[in-house]
């Protein structure tokens, strides 16, 4: 069982910068992969940042590209979402999901075994 903690969420204002952790507690020895998704009111959940535990490489969406960055810090079992360059457009509850295998597409929620309880990140213009 893996247990999965986000914090760092805020407002800030737009170009501005926030640091999202992701605390992951239990038995996290078999995941194999680990990302970010948000959700704004009335939208689809969507990935935002996936990082491949295994094979220590990252990927993003499009709309984030260049702008955040996913990392993490195996000493503390944390990941970290840095963003940059924040627009109102990121404006969303940002979760933190784990993946224990690959079961079709790394973009999709459903592929997700654990989620956190997300944090709101709210960008003004």
């Known amino acids: 069982q893996v247990q999965l903690v986000e914090s760092g969420g805020g407002s800030v204002q737009a170009g501005g910068s926030l640091r999202l952790l992701c605390a992951a507690s239990g038995y996290t020895a078999n995941i194999n992969s680990m990302a970010w998704f948000r959700q704004a009111p009335g939208k689809e959940r969507e990935g935002v940042a996936i990082?491949?535990?295994?094979?220590?490489?990252?990927d993003y969406a499009d709309s984030v590209k260049g702008r955040f960055t996913i990392s993490q810090d195996n000493a503390k079992n944390m990941v970290i979402l840095q963003m940059t360059s924040l627009k109102p457009e990121d404006t969303a509850m940002y979760y933190c999901?784990?993946?224990?295998?690959?079961?079709?597409?790394?973009?999709?929620?459903?592929?997700?075994?654990?989620w956190g309880q997300g944090t709101q990140v709210t960008v003004s213009s």
């Open positions: 990082i491949y535990t295994g094979l220590l490489s990252t």
């Open positions: 999901a784990a993946a224990l295998r690959y079961g079709g597409s790394w973009w999709a929620p459903d592929e997700y075994d654990y």
